[in-house]
């Protein structure tokens, strides 16, 4: 199993540009979340979802869209970059019944210039 | 929005050493728990606790659920090279609540 995968890696925006970060899970997970981790801040959350077609809003979620068409995949999207988006984005997925225990994609560093 | 603050925001120690950190909230929580980040990588998670007072190992790591729910501790004993990281600690105030991430405690190991 690949757990949970994230791309692109890394990637550099200009000021307005837009841009899909895409999350892939394996393991069946219902639960599936985006957060982002600035220095000294920790990891805040932005959005989530419970299940397949259904969004909620997390801690910090202007600037951001999501969508869960399919269980498996959890997209993150920037219409209008702006150099504040500047952070790692992390995606995570969870089992229903055991929220707690959450497993983290690797992560993708966004530099928006 | 509720904060969790998590001391010492940085710790560097000898291998061998052992490390104690703890995370302190205003708030009562239900649920503490204890992440590692690796460096280049996503969290970990460590340890659940679930019930005041609650003790739990995970190998050489202890952590503790505070008697009044509002901090947590967690211990390593005798620190080894692979110990360097990001250490968070996380709590959940109710069940339907989303889990609310401090900003963690840096481990630097001296060779």
């Known amino acids: 199993n690949a757990g949970v995968t994230q791309t692109p890696k890394f990637r550099v925006l200009k000021t307005g540009q837009s841009m899909t970060l895409l999350c892939a899970q394996d393991?069946?997970?219902?639960?599936m979340y985006w957060y982002r981790q600035d220095p000294g801040m920790g990891l805040r959350l932005i959005h989530y979802?419970?299940?397949?077609?259904?969004?909620a809003k997390g801690e910090v979620p202007d600037g951001y869209n999501v969508s869960r068409l399919k269980k498996q995949n959890f997209l993150l999207g920037l219409e209008s970059a702006a150099p504040s988006q500047t952070s790692v984005y992390f995606c995570?997925?969870?089992?229903?019944?055991?929220?707690?225990?959450?497993?983290f994609g690797p992560g993708t560093r966004l530099t928006v210039l | 929005g509720q904060q969790l603050n998590q001391s010492p925001q940085s710790m560097f120690i000898q291998e061998g050493e052992d490390v104690s950190m703890n995370c302190t909230s205003s708030?009562?929580?239900?649920?503490w728990l204890w992440y590692k980040q690796d460096p280049g990588e996503g969290p970990v998670l460590l340890i659940a606790?679930?019930?005041?007072?609650e003790l739990t190992s995970n190998g050489r790591l202890t952590a503790q659920f505070g008697i009044t729910r509002k901090d947590s501790f967690l211990n390593i004993s005798a620190s080894i090279p692979s110990d360097v990281g990001i250490y968070f600690c996380?709590?959940?105030?109710?069940?339907?609540?989303?889990?609310?991430f401090g900003k963690g405690t840096r481990l630097h190991i001296l060779p």
């Open positions: 995570a997925s969870s089992y229903t019944n055991r929220p707690n225990e959450q497993f």
């Open positions: 393991m069946n997970h219902e639960y």
């Open positions: 979802s419970v299940g397949e077609g259904t969004t």
């Open positions: 708030s009562i929580f239900n649920t």
């Open positions: 606790l679930y019930k005041a007072g």
């Open positions: 996380a709590g959940r105030m109710n069940r339907d609540d989303k889990i609310i």
